[in-house]
């Protein structure tokens, strides 16, 4: 079963960073494509960026710019570099094993990033 921990949110403010980190434990952790998820209250769990096993990136469009995301495959670790944070990115990010934004494994528990003055 694969567990996935998310760490590092908080309470920032408003054009303040966050760098959160994702740990995975899971065997063939390099050969799948990645995401950060984000859900923020009453609105549906959307796809903020995803990297592929080879390291290629995407970003949902209000975050390019922004974030960055990367990997370390050796820590089965990936992270999501937030710059510049708006009271909307306020919401709980998760990350997660996905195919064509579609996640692939079970949730962890996330991690609450709140964007307020």
């Known amino acids: 079963q694969v567990q996935l921990v998310e760490s590092g949110g908080g309470l920032v403010q408003p054009g303040g960073s966050l760098r959160l980190s994702c740990s995975a434990s899971?065997?063939?952790?390099?050969?799948?494509?990645m995401g950060w998820y984000r859900q923020a209250p009453g609105k549906q769990r959307e796809l903020v960026a995803g990297?592929?096993?080879?390291?290629?990136?995407t970003y949902a469009d209000g975050v390019k710019g922004r974030f960055t995301i990367s990997r370390e495959n050796a820590k089965k670790t990936v992270y999501l570099e937030m710059n510049s944070l708006k009271p909307e990115d306020t919401a709980v990010y998760y990350c997660?094993?996905?195919?064509?934004?579609?996640?692939?494994?079970?949730w962890g528990q996330g991690t609450q990033v709140t964007v307020s003055s």
């Open positions: 997660n094993a996905q195919s064509r934004g579609n996640a692939l494994w079970s």
């Open positions: 990297i592929s096993n080879s390291g290629s990136a």
């Open positions: 899971v065997t063939l952790f390099s050969f799948v494509a």
